[in-house]
T-cell receptor, first 116, second 116 residues
């Protein structure tokens, strides 16, 4: 149980285009989902907290207009990287918190984005 | 502010031996949680173990145990009987009341290599 999926697992796009990454909780409901970014050989940095039915809360330094987050249902959150640039190339990981188990976060497998 | 410090960039251990991965933390919160995650080369984050700040006993999960020393603000992970499949990056993380129990702060990680 408590499986989180991400789609796509990897994507290559050209500079200036937009890319959408989906995060789904497959067998549980998640009122809160989280988006992290991980550069090579570095740690995870929280980008934003996504709450179902409301606006996402972004961490300091994260551009809201560039990283659009939508949490339309209890099982789906999306991250759209708009007008992507090579410096946006990174590993993006989402996680979801199980309503009944507030202290655990279940992570998706991640999406590797390469912007050329 | 909350901070996690992992001072060991890399660790080596012989198969079947035990290994300790260090983690120290800094927080002004009275209530907080400490986590360890494993990240294999595939990139997925695998939850290993959790320790609450008010838990009196050290957490254990199979071959994983957390050596929690509250006064020293340390939460070291002990892996007993190492296996080749334990080779991965290991991240210590914490969450506290000041972060609304939402924000996971990660350490820089320790890369563990298990040798046969």
């Amino acid at each position: 149980g408590a499986v989180v999926s991400q789609h796509p697992s990897w994507v290559i796009c050209k500079s200036g285009t937009s890319v959408k990454i989906e995060c789904r909780s497959l067998d549980f409901q998640a009122t809160t989902m989280f988006w992290y970014r991980q550069f090579p050989k570095q740690s995870l940095m929280l980008m934003a907290t996504s709450n179902e039915g409301s606006k996402a809360t972004y961490e300091q330094g994260v551009e809201k207009d560039k990283f659009l987050i939508n949490h339309a249902s209890l099982t789906l959150s999306t991250l759209t990287v708009t007008s992507a640039h090579p410096e946006d190339s990174s590993f993006y990981i989402c996680s979801a918190r199980l309503i009944e188990r507030r202290y655990e976060q279940y992570f998706g497998p991640g999406t590797r984005l390469t912007v050329t | 502010a909350q901070k996690i410090t992992q001072t060991q960039p890399g660790m080596f251990v012989q198969e079947k031996e035990a290994v300790t991965l260090d983690c120290t933390y800094d927080t002004s919160d009275q209530s907080y949680g400490l986590f360890w995650y494993k990240q294999p080369s595939s990139g997925e984050m695998i939850f290993l173990i959790y320790q609450g700040s008010y838990d009196e006993q050290n957490a254990t999960e199979g071959r994983y145990s957390l050596n929690f020393q509250k006064a020293r603000k340390s939460a070291n992970l002990v892996i007993s009987a190492s296996q080749l499949g334990d080779s991965a990056m290991y991240f210590c993380a914490m969450r506290g009341v000041s972060g609304g129990y939402n924000k996971l702060i990660f350490g820089a990680g320790t890369r563990l290599a298990v040798h046969p």
